[in-house]
């Protein structure tokens, strides 16, 4: 665990990892010759393992994220842990900066002179900069939520749809965001997102492997 404090602690005998060090490591399957074996819990295991030598575990959180999501660490994971943490981070907090930035202008409430007070109130939320400390998605969900919802005030279905295809990285949020166009008949948003997801299994397919494809529905 040569990354100290920044990405590991213990408790007693309890170990944390921070979530962007499980993405980093897991991510460098991508180049493995095991990439075709993502979801391989035997293998997420050898993998983590490895990660926190000397330490050792015998059961591990599975990871469960789409084959997708793989696809997008696999360019973080060249870079060192450390480098690749800044990197996430900065793009977190831009993601957030234009969440934010889209909520207010969907409810009507943006204001050139108050977004940097709403921008740090919503950093020193606790919940919220746990997430950015430990390099969780909270703050890309809030963009791709943010841009559905002014997407979809806004009649810009195309974008909503593309932002509806995005956000089965966490699939529960894509059911409920699907419910008020359905309710709407908004068939054109329905059909582009179907349309970016299957452009999302595409590229996972041919980048990370089919079988990583046909094995996350056994997953989910």
């Given at each position: 665990?040569?990354?100290?404090?920044?990405?590991?602690?213990?408790?007693?005998?309890?170990?944390?990892?921070?979530?962007?060090?499980?993405?980093?490591?897991?991510?460098?399957?991508?180049?493995?010759?095991?990439?075709?074996?993502?979801?391989?819990?035997?293998?997420?295991?050898?993998?983590?393992?490895?990660?926190?030598?000397?330490?050792?575990?015998?059961?591990?959180?599975?990871?469960?994220?789409?084959p997708?999501?793989?696809?997008?660490?696999?360019?973080?994971c060249?870079?060192?842990?450390?480098?690749a943490?800044?990197?996430?981070?900065?793009?977190?907090?831009?993601?957030?900066?234009?969440?934010?930035?889209?909520?207010?202008?969907?409810?009507?409430?943006?204001?050139?002179?108050?977004?940097?007070?709403i921008?740090?109130?919503?950093?020193?939320?606790?919940?919220?900069?746990?997430?950015?400390?430990?390099?969780?998605l909270?703050?890309f969900?809030?963009?791709?939520?943010?841009?559905?919802?002014?997407?979809?005030?806004?009649?810009?279905?195309?974008?909503?749809?593309?932002?509806?295809?995005?956000?089965?990285?966490?699939?529960?949020?894509?059911?409920?965001?699907?419910?008020?166009?359905?309710?709407?008949?908004?068939?054109?948003?329905?059909?582009?997102?179907a349309?970016?997801?299957?452009?999302?299994?595409?590229?996972?397919?041919?980048?990370?492997?089919?079988?990583?494809?046909?094995?996350?529905?056994?997953?989910?």
């Amino acid at each position: 665990m040569q990354q100290g404090l920044l990405f590991f602690s213990t408790t007693g005998s309890s170990l944390t990892v921070s979530d962007f060090a499980w993405f980093h490591y897991f991510g460098k399957i991508v180049f493995s010759e095991l990439n075709n074996c993502i979801y391989d819990p035997t293998i997420q295991l050898q993998w983590f393992n490895q990660m926190i030598s000397p330490g050792k575990v015998e059961h591990i959180l599975f990871l469960q994220y789409p084959p997708f999501f793989f696809v997008v660490l696999g360019p973080l994971c060249l870079l060192p842990i450390t480098t690749a943490y800044f990197v996430w981070l900065s793009l977190s907090l831009i993601a957030g900066c234009i969440g934010i930035t889209l909520t207010q202008k969907a409810a009507g409430l943006y204001h050139r002179q108050s977004f940097w007070f709403i921008v740090l109130g919503t950093a020193a939320f606790f919940p919220a900069w746990l997430n950015f400390r430990f390099g969780q998605l909270g703050w890309f969900v809030l963009l791709m939520c943010s841009l559905y919802a002014w997407s979809f005030l806004k009649q810009r279905d195309i974008l909503a749809g593309i932002a509806l295809g995005l956000s089965t990285l966490k699939l529960q949020y894509s059911l409920f965001l699907a419910v008020p166009a359905l309710a709407c008949a908004r068939w054109k948003l329905l059909t582009a997102g179907a349309l970016s997801e299957l452009v999302l299994i595409l590229v996972a397919g041919f980048t990370v492997g089919w079988n990583n494809v046909w094995t996350y529905p056994q997953v989910i």
